[in-house]
């Protein structure tokens, strides 16, 4: 009797295998590090970003242009209808012409202006730094964000797989019941109990499909792709090698990394130097902070003379009353020196030192920020791993009850009550090892993010 059993489990799990590998369903490989470059290329939010450091730094660069000379060609060309006369003895003569034209180039400076003008223009290259710390923070989060939406992946095909393999037990059980019964070694109420504990680890297997699938749409609405995969019974490679019976056959077949594998290139992340004031969140407030010293220093300036010298060298038709062509060079100067404005400038000047050290306070805030999250991170992860080894021991011990109960009942030692008992029991310690390993990994990408200058 125990060989026919074996048999016809082995054969069901041949038939499965068989049914798995002629299904001919799609296989996505989703590896970690091209689902990042993937999110990275594709972010909308990134080529904002990008485009706002560009327009800022052509700002930067037009206010710069105010702290060097100007060069510029000019000309203009009339005709009137009217020409004034003067009468010089007893003649008279034009006091113009009827055409007249003027052509050269002129260079200014605002020399007096550069007071202003400097800590402007300063002021936008803060402004510049601030976009780009900003674009490596949106960088940071979106890596961030991959990594968490692809471990929750993980989580649900690691779980798939659990459910897999209980569905797969409680079938080979329900199997011999059935046999058993026949045979009149068991009673209805066990065949019926392992039938409906079939029934509900098949419930629960299908639920786990939709789990992944929420997972991976997750995923790739971060990635940009895959879009037209087909997810409505998907199944981790593992699982669609040997597929359970009684299943629907999988739509798409999902390979992703390995759990263990980057647990491991993660780990580094617990032992990394932590900066805070390495991070492009305090790098950004600190340029804000120059942005708004600057501002202090441009406002100031309200107290300097303005001023501007300029040369023009034209060409010039008439010369007055001398209908010749000249060459006409002219210097000037122009000044102006404020003298009372009812402290406009010093109010003025009080505001931005506000906004400076506002900003300033605001940037010892994110480093404070920081600084929490890096500790709750490392905290939380030091409780996780002593969690897993406790759980990893749970397991294994549930795992061996589930054996040593599943035999005892075989020889009418136990109940398939503390059958059906240990078997969820193992069940859910597996799940629970799983849910604690993706936390762990969770906690190594925050950490990763807060240590890691490339991430």
């Not at 805030?365 to 969690?387: M, N």
């Amino acid at each position: 009797m125990r060989g026919d059993m074996k048999r016809m489990r082995m054969m069901s799990l041949a038939l499965a295998a068989l049914a798995a590998a002629s299904t001919g369903a799609q296989t996505l490989t989703l590896t970690l590090a091209d689902s990042e470059k993937a999110a990275l290329d594709s972010s909308h939010e990134l080529r904002a970003a990008r485009s706002e450091v560009e327009a800022a730094q052509a700002h930067a660069d037009s206010l710069k242009t105010a702290l060097y000379p100007r060069l510029s060609l000019d000309g203009h060309w009339g005709n009137i209808s009217h020409v004034p006369e003067a009468e010089f003895f007893g003649k008279e003569i034009p006091m113009s012409d009827y055409y007249n034209y003027s052509y050269g180039a002129t260079a200014s400076w605002d020399l007096l202006s550069l007071g202003a003008a400097y800590p402007n223009w300063q002021a936008a290259q803060a402004q510049v730094e601030s976009r780009r710390q900003a674009l490596d923070q949106a960088g940071q989060q979106m890596r961030l964000q991959v990594r968490l939406a692809y471990f929750q992946t993980q989580l649900a095909a690691t779980q798939q797989r659990l459910y897999a393999d209980a569905l797969k037990l409680a079938q080979s059980t329900d199997d011999d019941l059935s046999l058993r019964l026949k045979a009149g070694t068991s009673s209805r109420i066990d065949a019926l109990s392992a039938s409906n504990d079939e029934l509900e680890r098949r419930s629960a297997y299908r639920i786990s499909q939709a789990e992944l699938a929420r997972g991976l749409r997750a995923l790739f609405a971060l990635t940009g792709g895959d879009q037209g995969a087909d997810l409505t019974l998907p199944v981790d490679d593992a699982v669609g090698q040997s597929l359970p019976a009684k299943v629907a056959d999988p739509s798409v077949v999902v390979k992703l990394d390995d759990s263990s594998s980057l647990l491991a290139a993660l780990s580094s992340a617990e032992k990394a130097q932590f900066d805070p004031q390495a991070r492009p969140q305090w790098l950004q407030m600190q340029a804000m902070v120059d942005l708004a010293h600057r501002q202090v220093d441009a406002a100031w300036a309200g107290h300097l003379p303005l001023g501007s010298v300029s040369y023009r060298f034209s060409h010039d038709y008439p010369d007055g009353m001398n209908f010749v062509d000249v060459n006409q060079q002219t210097l000037g100067a122009n000044v102006s020196v404020p003298v009372y404005a009812f402290g406009q400038v010093s109010r003025h000047v009080d505001e931005q030192k506000g906004l400076e050290a506002a900003a300033d306070e605001r940037r010892d805030q994110v480093a404070t920020d920081l600084s929490t999250a890096y500790l709750s991170a490392r905290d939380r992860l030091a409780g996780l791993k002593d969690q897993r080894d406790l759980q990893t021991q749970a397991a294994h011990q549930s795992d061996e009850l589930q054996q040593l109960v599943y035999r005892s009942y075989k020889v009418g030692g136990s109940t398939y009550l503390e059958v059906q008992t240990s078997s969820l029991g193992a069940l859910e310690a597996k799940l629970a090892l799983a849910i604690t390993e993706a936390q762990m990994q969770i906690e190594l990408a925050n950490l990763a993010a807060l240590t890691d200058p490339t991430h």
